[in-house]
């Protein structure tokens, strides 16, 4: 067995992360061969089977876990040792504007918001609220120095830009107070279930949920922001789902949040430019500091 090479560690953390070869190739500015190659090459050096080929997909082998837990944990020294090289430096000082939708200023930044800013001396945030088809102009045109989306929602990285994958929000289903605490599967199917606008954050989480729970019957009222949500389900008007962060502010009387098996999570991505300028070292530093902080957050939800 050979020693690992953690380059091609990336190439297989990218794969576990975006589901597909494919997904993965496209993350990381490479054709899906190359992801194939150096993928193939890591399991002959370590005379292990990483993945599990089938007609749907790749799948991670026991193997294959093992290695992601370690890439991931080489993937947090790195971010940590790279925050802390640049602290040891003379003091960076500059403006980092943050792009994001609601909920992730509203349930993630904003309430440390004060820790964020104790963590970076000299560097002033901005922080914009934006529509996810706003965000990617915002980039564009340099109004933001980094975005934050739904990885679901997106229709591509630019060829100048690089992700950093940040946080798995978990979705909930969100009902009325009244509704029973042990609701069967039958009950929850026979529930008036709330529609979503074509544009809505959560449109194709719900229409997933239904489909997979066997729900048939024409979605009642309609909403496309997620405060228009929790009121319905307040007034008793049906059930949806939403995500963990949307959550965190004090619900409306009537409301109850249930967890559920099967529901998956929205990946949220941090996106910057990644040119040879950039990103400037201000904008490093708040990257590493946002990438800490979710962290922490999510391992607060455990």
């Known amino acids: 067995m050979a020693d690992i090479d953690s380059t091609r560690l990336t190439f297989l953390l990218a ?10 190739a496209d993350s990381l500015h490479v054709t899906a061969s190359a992801v194939s190659q ?11 089977a990483l993945l599990d080929r089938g007609p749907r997909g790749v799948t991670l082998t026991l193997s294959g876990r093992i290695l992601v837990e370690a890439a991931e944990s080489i993937e947090r020294e790195l971010t940590d ?17 943050i792009g994001a939708f609601q909920t992730v200023l509203s349930g993630l930044i904003v309430p440390h918001l004060a820790q964020l800013l104790d963590s970076l001396p000299g560097i002033e945030l ?9 965000l990617p102009r915002m980039l564009r045109s340099g109004e933001a ?7 679901e929602l997106d229709e591509g990285s630019p060829a100048y830009t690089r992700d950093v994958p940040l946080l798995d929000d978990p ?10 605490a042990d609701l069967s599967l039958d009950e929850l ?4 279930w709330l529609g979503v606008a074509a544009e809505g954050a959560s449109a194709r989480a719900v229409e997933r949920a239904r489909i997979r729970l066997g729900v048939t019957s024409v979605p009642v009222h309609g909403y496309e922001d997620f405060p228009a949500a929790l009121s319905l389900v307040s007034a008793g008007q049906g059930v949806t789902l939403l995500p963990d962060l949307a959550l965190q502010e004090a619900l409306p009387a009537g ?3 249930r967890e559920m098996p099967g529901l998956g999570t929205r990946s949220l991505t941090l996106r910057h430019r990644a040119t040879k300028r950039e990103p400037v070292a201000a904008t490093a530093i708040v990257i590493d500091a946002l990438v800490r902080l979710a962290r922490d957050w999510q391992a607060s939800r455990v």
Not at 82 to 97: C, D, H, M, N, P
Not at 145 to 151: H, K, N, S, V
Not at 171 to 180: E, G, I, S, Y
Not at 189 to 192: D, H, M, N
């Open 38 to 48: 150096q993928i193939s090459r890591l399991e002959r050096e370590q005379g292990v």
């Open 15 to 24: 794969v576990a992360r975006h589901g597909s070869i494919l997904a993965a």
């Open 255 to 257: 409301v109850s949040v």
């Open 171 to 180: 979705w909930r289903l969100v009902v009325p107070q009244a509704t029973p």
């Open 145 to 151: 120095d980094l975005i934050i989306f739904d990885r």
């Open 126 to 134: 901005r922080l914009h609220d934006a529509s996810t088809l706003r």
């Open 81 to 97: 040792a790279r925050g802390r090289l640049i602290e040891a430096q003379q003091e960076v000082t500059g403006s980092v504007s």
């Open 189 to 192: 199917v026979a529930l008036p």
